[in-house]
């Protein structure tokens, strides 16, 4: 739907709803209907807020004030049931978020949450993650990540990460709070450097679209100053950190990150996280075949977080063009949780999902066409 926006209003929150609504010279108790209109109902449109009186809702089209949701410009369904959303945002340019059903017809989980968790009603899938874009691109250049080939455009605001959610959801025609979904912060871009945008998105998805911040995880590639930032957050998702490499001289080559925040004020950071009762932090680690994969790294990476209250996420590295990095054998990761299970780390190997349409960790570029 084509519209005349001059103000987004999807992004606004409650006090910020109750400006506009004032500035119509309405009661405030309007913004809350408002605010439910847009996170709750999810509408398209400002025109189909039927609890707000009709001179309000054309007085506010007139005024160019729309929701403003995202679009979906293109979409690619995986064998694996796994669908990657190409979102296009209103000025033209284009984010990736990711459908993961799990689960009955969907793929089976990767063994690393505990229990299926059932939604209501019949489904191919009983549990659901969408996976949400930060920015446009990144700027963070992991050596092993298809997105940093983009660098980094833009921030996304917070109506349009609420907004790309959001649009899944409708397309999907899945319901929150009444369905149950999982959200993770692990798409395009660096969520902590667009912090205060991204907080924002997840206070809207938390109080107005009701995803539990519980069921909601942001990962980061270790922007140390705002891990600290993000434990003083009165409501926020779990973390993961993606460390990827057990020392300096590795980390760095493969994550330049680690220059500007080594691993030694990364792990500090993370020792220091105000954990909540029987939360868990989480280690990501792509493998990279002859690279940090072996025996001798599983070990330096065991004394690395020895002690810690944490759990680790072996990816298998999704390969792409561009990339200069290999998949390792299958027995090296095995050998590779093994050892870290048998030093007392637990340790999960993540199933790669929808790597036929370019969906999987790492290869989010916004591919337009598939070769096939
Ligand atoms: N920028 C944040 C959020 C993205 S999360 C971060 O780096 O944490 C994306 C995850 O996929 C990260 O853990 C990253 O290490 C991993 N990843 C990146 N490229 C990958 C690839 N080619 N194969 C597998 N995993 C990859």
Redesign the pocket.
Known sequence: MKQNITTALLGLDLQELTRIVEEQGQPSYRAGQLFTALYGDRVQATEQILTLPKLLRSSLVTQGMEVGLPEIQKKFVSVDGTVRYLIRLSDDETVETVWMPEGDDGEAGDGSEAGAELVRGPRAWNRVTICASSQVG?A?N?Q???TALLGVKRNLTAGEIVGEVIAVLRDQKVSPPEDRVNLVF?GM???FLNFENFMKSVRLLVEGVGIPEARMTV???GVVPRIYDFGDEPVRPKL?I?L?APNDELRTRLMPINKKWNLEKLITAARDFPLRPREKLTF?Y?LLRGVNDSSQHSRELLELIRGMRAKLNL?A??S?PG?DFQTPEEEAVLEFQKTLVAGGVPAFIRRPRGRDIFA????LKRTAELIT
């Open positions: 990144c963070v992991c092993f990540c298809l692990m871009g660096e969520p990962s980061t590639a993961a993606s990827n990501e792509v990816i590295l999704n792409g990339i999987a960790c790492g290869q």
